[in-house]
């Protein structure tokens, strides 16, 4: 018997590596009964391919450099709606993340295919105060509640606000992300040795600028005091991230090192002492979970998610309060009983997460879906 197709749409994929990313192609990498159809660009094939998910690409940008975000995913939008195939009964129609790129060809495609099943990944509320995004956010959100069969959160919380914007509460799955703690357990410290590392996309939601402010109160207090940013994103951004490290003489205690391979990524993770993770949107977050993963304790902001992912190991503080994310680092490598104790328990909360068991609910998920139609 034939298989049915999982068609997802990684079509809004910029560069880097997210968290929604990187859950899709754990997923994929796991999901076995399925023939599997990724539209995404040059570069979500490249890093699909790169991580092991086998499957038909079809390409709808070939930039080899992600640039003019609203030209770019109006060009990645034009192509899919052009792609010709279709979608049968018990096929499922993937939607890796909420944004149009990815939610408005699906939508078209579930018009023209009625008897398709729509299955949409939905990671957190973009805020207000990102004025395109969330305008954005809220016309994806109009299209997936009038058409979607399932959608996947990862947490709790995300729950109860989609039910308050008028989604269905029986049509919504949690079902949280999680870490290769194997494959972490395999890769060698780096002889590069850090105080403090970030992980994650070069992006102003991800407090990057913040960590400027953060370090230049830790050398106050520490001259040393060493921070590796590891992650792309728009080169414009990070030259400007550049240039705020320069006018602030901060040369010395911090390096952008760029996107990494997991196997450098993760040896400068075991190498560093804390976890820095100013960022101001997560539903999940996948980064601070595999630093945990790594013996790392996190300091981040206080997001509410963070509550039910991180109950221990994680230092969550007030958003904005930027002195106090600064002396909580310095107690932390000071204090050597306190960073043992949450080094422990980091590495427990990491342990409660495993790509198999989330690869295997999803599956459960789409069969499930599946029987009900």
């Given amino acids: 018997m034939k298989k049915p197709k999982l068609i997802a749409f990684m079509n809004a994929y910029s560069q880097g590596k997210s968290g929604g990313d990187m859950a899709f192609i754990e997923i994929a990498k796991r999901v076995k009964n399925f023939e599997k159809v990724i539209i995404t660009s040059y570069l979500g094939e490249k890093l699909c391919q790169k991580n092991g998910v086998k499957a038909k690409y079809l390409i709808t940008t070939k930039e080899k450099e992600f640039?003019?975000?609203?030209?770019?995913?109006?060009?990645?939008?034009?192509?899919?709606?052009?792609?010709?195939?279709?979608?049968?009964?018990?096929?499922?129609?993937?939607?890796?993340?909420?944004f149009l790129p990815d939610v408005l060809p699906i939508f078209w495609l579930k018009i023209k295919n009625p008897k398709a099943i729509w299955v949409q990944h939905i990671f957190h509320l973009i805020p207000s105060s990102r004025k395109i995004p969330f305008f954005a956010q809220k016309i994806s959100f109009l299209l997936i509640k009038n058409k979607v069969?399932?959608?996947?959160?990862?947490?709790?919380?995300?729950?109860?606000?989609?039910?308050?914007?008028?989604?269905?509460?029986?049509?919504?799955?949690?079902?949280?992300?999680?870490?290769?703690?194997?494959?972490?357990?395999?890769?060698?410290?780096?002889?590069?040795?850090?105080?403090?590392?970030?992980?994650?996309?070069?992006?102003?939601?991800?407090?990057?600028?913040?960590?400027?402010?953060?370090?230049?109160?830790?050398?106050?207090?520490?001259?040393?005091?060493?921070?590796?940013?590891?992650?792309?994103g728009n080169k414009k951004l990070e030259q400007q991230l550049k240039n705020r490290i320069s006018e602030n003489n901060l040369e010395k205690n911090i390096d952008i090192l760029g996107f990494l391979e997991d196997k450098k990524a993760f040896g400068i993770l075991k190498s560093s002492k804390v976890f820095v993770f100013p960022s101001h949107e997560e539903g999940f977050g996948i980064?601070?979970?595999?630093?945990?993963a790594c013996g790392l304790p996190v300091v981040a902001w206080n997001l509410p998610a963070f509550e039910e992912v991180f109950p221990k190991g994680m230092i969550k503080v007030k958003i904005g309060n930027i002195e106090k994310f600064a002396s909580k680092v310095i107690e932390l490598i000071a204090n050597k009983q306190l960073y043992q104790e949450l080094a422990e328990e980091a590495i427990y909360n990491a342990s409660r997460y495993d790509w198999d068991k989330v690869a295997k609910r999803e599956l459960y998920l789409l069969e499930k879906i599946k029987k009900s139609k």
Avoid: H
């Fill in 67 to 98: 640039k003019n975000i609203i030209w770019t995913y109006l060009q990645r939008v034009a192509k899919a709606l052009l792609f010709d195939f279709k979608a049968k009964k018990d096929d499922i129609l993937l939607g890796t993340s909420d």
């Fill in 149 to 232: 069969d399932l959608v996947i959160i990862d947490n709790s919380l995300l729950k109860n606000d989609l039910i308050n914007l008028g989604f269905s509460e029986n049509k919504i799955m949690v079902n949280s992300p999680g870490v290769d703690i194997k494959k972490i357990e395999s890769f060698i410290p780096s002889n590069a040795k850090y105080d403090c590392v970030f992980l994650g996309r070069l992006n102003i939601s991800k407090g990057i600028f913040d960590l400027i402010e953060i370090w230049k109160i830790l050398t106050k207090k520490n001259p040393n005091i060493s921070l590796a940013i590891i992650g792309s």
């Fill in 287 to 292: 980064a601070p979970l595999e630093a945990q």
